[in-house]
Nanobody
Framework: QVQLVESGGGLVQSGGSLRLSCVASRSIFRFNYMGWYRQAPGKERELVATIASGGSTSYADSVKGRFTISIDNAKKTVYLQMNSLKPEDTAVYYC??????????????WGQGTQVTVSS
């Protein structure tokens, strides 16, 4: 049983920055990866960034070069640093974790979401 809690969202002007945090209720070393998704009104949820066991990262093309995902195992926290924000980045951002289960299964955990709004 794992709880994920996001924070750090808000209203910023285009070109500004925000740092999102996702704190897990328990240790996160077991997770295959942790990451961030976002969903804008009328849009499908999309993957923004992931950080896998071992530290490798990946990013959606739309945010590459602007966003950075990082992890602090001691604090049980995953961060998403967002720079050069654009109005198109406006969405609810969700923390996500993938927990591997024996025999080729897995379980996904989700946070409650945090709103990011970027004005022109």
């Amino acid at each position: 049983q794992v709880q994920l809690v996001e924070s750090g969202g808000g209203l910023v002007q285009s070109g500004g920055s925000l740092r999102l945090s996702c704190v897990a209720s328990r240790s996160i070393f077991r997770f295959n990866y942790m990451g961030w998704y976002r969903q804008a009104p009328g849009k499908e949820r999309e993957l923004v960034a992931t950080i896998a066991s071992g530290g490798s990262t990946s990013y959606a093309d739309s945010v590459k070069g602007r966003f950075t995902i990082s992890i602090d195992n001691a604090k049980k926290t995953v961060y998403l640093q967002m720079n050069s924000l654009k109005p198109e980045d406006t969405a609810v951002y969700y923390c996500n974790a993938k927990d591997l289960i024996p025999y080729s299964d897995y379980r996904l955990y989700w946070g409650q979401g945090t709103q990011v709004t970027v004005s022109s």
